[in-house]
């Protein structure tokens, strides 16, 4: 306690704890007022009665479409906001407090504006383009908050660089280890050899089964061989512990890899679906008063 | 000639060790094989792979042994010759043999320089980690992915559509199919409106222009203002911030109020076109008199701020001269319109009348006390009546026969007093009465004779009590006679044609700037509305007041049987036919559908 205060008296901050994160930022303020904005929406909304039907092209539908849009560019901003980390009110942990909460607002704001009032058409592509946006917002706070933990875990102590020296490390030994192989066993090995770790693509990335893999493969290829002698000395035996140590090894490697994709994936969805969806607010706008 | 050859291994720090071999052999094995003269441990090479041998002139050959090619100066052979000098560059797996003449105290022999070029597996190759281990490896950048995200929605609904309106024809060759520009759609259009889908141009007419009132008056032919534009503006008033500023960002647009789209509002969806909100009225019409001078009384909402209705009547002026006011029911007026007619005693159950049309029978149409269908029926529209005419509907009772010849009933000709006064003294002047002329001139009693076979046999069995023609003609025009109950009647001083009958007119429609329609309200009896069962007098103006109609009907938003917006009975752009509202049916149930196809043809437009 009494270090507490005195780490609050040296940095000046108010801070309640000092592992307070992005969400419960300032016991849940953006969340407050978030919710308090889509409340008002809501409400106004519900006693607005707009004839023939609620739509975008009322005093109603401009006034949450202007804030709509204004609120888009500002959740943008955030992007150049976190390349500048500055300490107090507006810090990027309150920054980025706002962005998520008034971000999930916008479901409110933006869908009241709408009308409830779809189509085929570039209104409603914005629309559609702001909900993935959202959405993937949503679900790379839901990574963030599950996935480190078991990245953790995976990983065990060692570092990526040390994953990969460990693979390299077997890789030598295999290669090593087949040198008195004939040219079919050589191909087998080679196999594993030549697979790459980081190859698969997104779809193996993020389901982590690489269907192509060559130590798999491999592996298989060495059991089922025909040369294969119950002598002491075969070759084989050693390729085989070895092929399955780079199998477990991949395995982990995998694993990070899937982790991380699911941690990455977010963004990529993230960033250029939001940079489409200014693209489509500014058609939507153009579009609704060129034949205003 | 010998050969000399360097292996050069690689330190983990990067050093470079060169161990030089001489073999003083003319051929020389490479392969996997330990046993080989050239040792390469790499799984790409075959255990006995090639022999490298000197030839004649100078001359270097490689053959395969193992039918496993490699590549000579990046050709892949297996078997290759060439000089010496100036050598080659063999690549064998992962190893690179570069074969050279030797220089200084070498002179003479071929050296070959090993070396591993390739890595040992895939994982071994140099890799950035932050790129491999992430996302970055296997998508396009961020960066990337926005640019053609952008592009490709500008491309598809910003520059597509600009370019599908500025190139297509404005003339009637456009092709009524797809355009771009429906891209940028708000909605499907009304149901009436259809088939103007695919074929935007018909209303959005020019490029980047709202639509026009002239765009709509190009179809809608025969549709009138609602008034002079300058007064509707004026009675709008002073608009409200929030109006005032559409007003000034649709001016920045070129855009003047009063558009026929401001009230008529299209892409809303597929359906009916959405019926005009009683507010669009109420906005000029609610305290209107206190902004423009105007004969017509504030009005809002029908259940609370509607005035007592004023129905047109007729006035007798001097000389008989019809005129004709606005009267409202609360001064309870009386019209002129030249008839004697009780109500009350008409319709009455217990008296003479009904026993009279009890008397007729069913046969003739009666049967029972009259009701209003006896004299009033609807018209083709269903929604009013058609004028009473004197035979059907009061000739049975109130006959005008005065002669029988042979089986044949003689009548007076009813709306023409000359010829009544002719057919009278052409009677006499055939020598009358010859036979017992019916009941002298006496208007027919109801009860007299209930058939034309009993109303016969009473012509021959009467007692003519008139001496001579003008005698006659004196009581059919006076009191008691079959014109004066009814009519009324003046002398004229003229011989030939002694009396004259003022003219009736019955008025066919009070409500000349609404309307109403009498089949919407057929689970209605006649006297829940017009209360003629005490109606002594014809110049009684029947019409339900106000409050009756309030009892079922309220305003746009009431709680009553029946929300009445103000189109249900006034059209903005008003004909003497149902307003739209409910010539299309679509404010009330079923009631008034079939209205629409028959007013349409009588108004003789379709818009």
């Known amino acids: 306690m009494a270090s507490k205060s005195l780490r609050q008296a040296t940095t000046g901050r108010e801070r309640a704890s000092e592992h307070e994160g992005f969400l419960r930022y300032q ?122 933990q078991a990245l953790s875990a995976n990983r065990g102590e060692t570092t990526q660089v040390q994953m990969l020296d460990n ?12 040198q008195p192989l004939d040219a079919e066993g050589a191909a087998i090995v080679r196999m594993a050899l030549d697979d790459d770790p980081f190859g698969g693509g997104l779809i193996a990335r993020l389901t982590g089964h690489y269907r192509k893999c060559g130590t798999r493969a491999a592996l298989a290829a060495v059991r089922a061989h025909p040369g294969r002698k119950e002598a002491a000395a075969d070759p084989y035996d050693h390729v085989e512990v070895l092929l399955e140590r780079k199998r477990s090894s991949l395995s982990r490697i995998r694993k990070h890899l899937r982790l991380k994709a699911l941690l990455e994936v977010w963004l990529y969805l993230h960033i250029p679906l939001t940079f489409a969806l200014i693209a489509a607010l500014f058609v939507h706008i153009v579009s609704v008063f060129y034949y205003w | 000639m010998s050969f000399i050859v360097r292996t050069v291994a690689r330190t983990a720090d990067g050093r470079d060790i060169v161990r030089p071999k001489s073999f003083d052999k003319a051929e020389l094995s490479i392969g996997r094989s330990p046993s080989s003269d050239i040792h390469l441990p790499d799984l790409a090479v075959a255990l006995n792979h090639a022999v490298i041998r000197t030839a004649a002139g100078g001359a270097v050959e490689i053959v395969a042994t193992a039918g496993m090619p490699f590549l000579v100066d990046g050709k892949s052979t297996e078997h290759e010759r060439f000089s010496a000098s100036p050598g080659a560059n063999i690549r064998i797996g992962s190893h690179s043999l570069s074969v050279e003449p030797g220089e200084g105290d070498e002179k003479g022999a071929v050296v070959i320089t090993v070396e591993r070029v390739g890595a040992i597996s895939n994982a071994s190759e140099e890799k950035e980690e932050a790129r491999v281990f992430s996302l970055a490896s296997v998508l396009p950048s961020r960066r990337i992915m926005a640019w053609a995200g952008v592009l490709l929605v500008l491309a598809i609904f910003l520059a597509w559509p600009l370019v599908s309106i500025h190139t297509q024809p404005t003339d009637n060759s456009r092709k009524v199919a797809f355009h771009a520009d429906e891209l940028w759609t708000s909605g499907k259009l009304s149901q ?86 009683e507010r669009f009225c109420t906005n000029c019409h609610e305290d209107m008199s206190k902004r423009i001078d105007t004969a017509l009384k504030d009005a809002a909402d029908f259940g609370e701020h509607h005035p007592q209705f004023e129905p047109t009547i007729r006035f007798a002026g001097p000389n008989g001269v019809p005129s004709f006011r606005r009267v409202s029911l609360d001064a309870n007026p009386k019209e002129d319109n030249g008839l004697k007619f009780p109500h009350d005693l008409h319709l009455s159950t217990t008296n003479g009348v009904a026993q009279m049309a009890k008397t007729l029978g069913k046969a003739e149409g009666y049967g029972a006390p009259l009701d209003c269908a006896n004299c009033h029926t609807r018209d083709a529209t269903g929604s009013s009546f058609v004028a009473v005419k004197m035979e059907p509907a009061c000739g049975a009772c109130h006959s005008l026969a005065f002669d029988q010849v042979g089986g044949t009933i003689r009548t007076l000709r009813h709306g023409d007093p000359a010829q009544v006064v002719a057919d009278i003294r052409a009677f006499y002047r055939a020598g009358a009465p010859r036979n017992p002329a019916l009941q002298g001139m006496d208007r027919r009693r109801p009860g007299d004779f209930a058939s034309a076979a009993q109303r016969a046999s009473f012509a021959q069995t009467s007692a003519m009590h008139i001496g001579n023609a003008d005698q006659a003609i004196r009581a059919v025009f006076s009191k008691g006679g079959a014109c004066f109950d009814c009519h009324t009647v003046r002398a004229t001083g003229n011989p030939t044609t002694p009396f004259a009958v003022t003219p009736v007119a019955l008025s066919r429609r009070y409500m000349m700037k609404g309307w109403f329609d009498h089949a919407a309200h057929d689970t209605e009896s006649c006297a829940s509305c017009h209360a003629v069962k005490g109606s002594k007098l014809a110049s009684d103006v029947n019409l339900p007041k106000l409050a009756k109609c309030q009892e079922c009907h309220g305003g746009q938003d009431a709680h009553k049987e029946v929300p009445s917006a103000c189109a249900m009975c006034h059209d903005y752009h008003r004909n003497d036919f149902a307003p739209l509202m409910v010539r299309d049916n679509r404010a009330r149930g079923k009631a008034v559908e079939h209205i629409r196809e028959k007013a349409l043809k009588q108004a003789g437009t379709g818009i």
């Open chain 2, 192 to 277: 009436v409106h259809r088939s103007l889908e695919n074929n935007c141009q018909a209303c959005h007419v020019k490029a980047g222009e709202s639509v026009r009132d002239t765009a709509c008056v190009a179809c809608h032919t025969k549709v009138h203002d609602h008034a002079d534009k300058a007064k509707l503006l004026e009675a709008k008033g002073s608009p409200g911030i929030v109006d005032g500023t559409k007003q000034f960002v649709g001016g920045i647009f070129g855009i003047q109020p009063g558009r026929c789209v401001e009230c008529h509002t299209e892409h809303q969806g597929q359906t009916a076109m959405p019926v005009t909100d």
């Open chain 1, 27 to 148: 016991s849940y303020k953006w969340l407050k007022i978030a919710l308090g904005i889509s409340a008002v929406a809501l409400l106004i909304y519900a006693f607005n009665d707009v004839q023939p039907k609620p739509n975008g092209g009322s005093i109603y539908g401009y006034t949450t479409g202007t804030i709509g849009v204004l609120l888009i560019l500002w959740l943008t901003m955030l992007g150049v906001r976190k390349r500048a980390i500055t300490p107090g009110r507006w810090s990027l942990k309150s920054w980025t407090s706002a962005h998520v909460y008034l971000g999930l607002s916008l479901i409110v704001i933006a869908t009241l504006h709408t009308g409830f009032d779809f189509g085929w058409n570039v209104h409603t592509l914005a629309y559609a383009l702001m909900m993935i946006v959202i959405a993937s917002g949503v679900f790379g706070i839901a990574t963030y908050a599950m996935l480190p």
């Open chain 1, 167 to 178: 693979l390299r490390m077997i890789d030598r030994q295999l290669n090593e280890a087949a």
